[in-house]
């Protein structure tokens, strides 16, 4: 009878352990990204949860609680509280000016970094009647001024480096300061998807995922296409500065772009997410005889040599094949992020040109001579 009993009440006890269990599981937060590595949404119990991940150690770099506005909601004292939806924001990204303009919100823009890299008309016209103000880097950024704005939330690129003395200063104003690491992805579509930050900030997050969506659907079938061909032309990419020359890592999402429409990157398998840094020799060896080079940052061939005029011996200059978006480049910059489908679908017309129906380059043309 003794042993009944003590199995009887292990049955309860375990019965009310389950029945705990199967209460809480109700209350796990759920993450919302696919794609994306730097940063999470976090559906908890009355608010959700926004976590920027540092790309270099994947540790959490911020943690912050998106509450509703006038709502009573307690959350945990690690986290730093920003009030949904924003009233406005400053943004010295320009690729978060496309995504927050694809959610019709670019007019609660009170900030960027300087009026020539901006496309968006809405912050233009902001800016010439002074309700959008321009700031400088932001290791030189003025407090006061940002607190003209009335933002209390500030995008940086992440590119300065250790930022914490401007971010304590700026918070101390009451100002948060969050970085955006969409750069650092190894996917176009964990880049794009960084639009769902600014639909959670702004109550938008329903149209950022249904645009997010489309995106992702578009994205995938042309890749789903490109991967039939069976000739993968060679590519590299960019331009020397200085004795600097510039190519995506073949762990970025600009290699995942060129290798998505059919070619064959040659530093694809050069370890990084961010670019990678050759001289001008090391360049002209590998690529001499490469088929294509994309992302040429000036629109005419003359200005190529100009430039440099040993760009004439290579083989995709002789015969032509350079690509650049350098006759629109703010748009493209502001709108490419958020838009991969699009670059994708013109790089596969570019490489596979007679392959695939015919159709109009969005952000890419030919150069000119």
């Known amino acids: 009878m003794k042993q009944m009993i003590i199995l009887l009440n292990l049955f309860i006890l375990f019965a009310c ?31 959700v949860e926004l976590q920027i991940v540092n790309p270099e150690n994947g540790s959490v770099e911020r943690d912050f609680a998106l509450v509703q506005r006038n709502s009573n909601v307690e959350i945990p004292k690690n986290l730093e509280q920003i009030e949904v939806p924003l009233k406005s924001i400053i943004t010295l ?53 940002v607190l003209l704005t009335k933002s209390k939330i500030l995008f940086h690129t992440g590119f ?36 769902k930050v600014f639909g959670y900030l702004f109550g938008k997050e329903k149209v ?3 645009y997010f969506e489309r995106v992702e659907k578009n994205y995938l079938q042309l890749s789903k296409t490109a991967k039939k061909f069976k000739k993968k032309p060679t590519v590299f990419s960019g331009m020397v500065y200085g004795d600097t020359w510039y190519m995506p890592a073949g762990e970025s999402f600009g290699a995942k772009l060129l290798a998505d429409a059919g070619a064959n990157y040659v530093a694809k ?32 061939k003359k200005e190529m040599l100009k430039s440099n005029e040993k760009y004439q011996y290579f083989k995709a200059f002789q015969s032509n094949n350079l690509f650049s978006y350098a006759h629109q480049m703010n748009y493209f910059w502001e709108n490419s992020a958020v838009e991969p489908d699009r670059v994708l679908s013109d790089l596969i017309q570019i490489f596979h040109r007679g392959e695939v129906k015919s159709e109009s380059l969005h952000f890419y043309r030919k150069l000119t001579e």
């Open 160 to 195: 300065e480096g250790n930022t914490t003395a401007n971010e304590e200063k700026l918070s101390k104003l009451g100002i948060l300061c969050i970085p955006n690491y969409d750069w650092k992805e190894n996917h176009p579509l964990g880049k794009a998807e960084w639009i």
């Open 17 to 47: 352990n389950q029945k705990q269990a199967i209460k809480q599981s109700k209350n796990v937060s759920t993450d919302l990204i696919k794609y994306a590595q730097n940063f999470k949404i976090i559906q908890q119990k009355g608010f």
């Open 93 to 145: 990204s320009g690729t978060n000016i496309g995504m927050i303009e694809k959610i019709k919100e670019s007019a609660k823009i009170k900030g960027v970094s300087n009026s020539k890299y901006i496309y968006n008309q809405t912050v233009l016209k902001g800016i010439k009647s002074k309700k959008v103000l321009e700031f400088d880097d932001f290791s030189v950024l003025n407090p006061e001024r």
């Open 269 to 300: 398998n050069e370890k990084g997410t961010g670019s990678m840094y050759y001289s001008f020799e090391q360049v002209f060896k590998q690529n001499q005889n490469t088929d294509f080079w994309v992302n040429v940052e000036v629109p005419t």
């Open 208 to 210: 950022a995922e249904a």
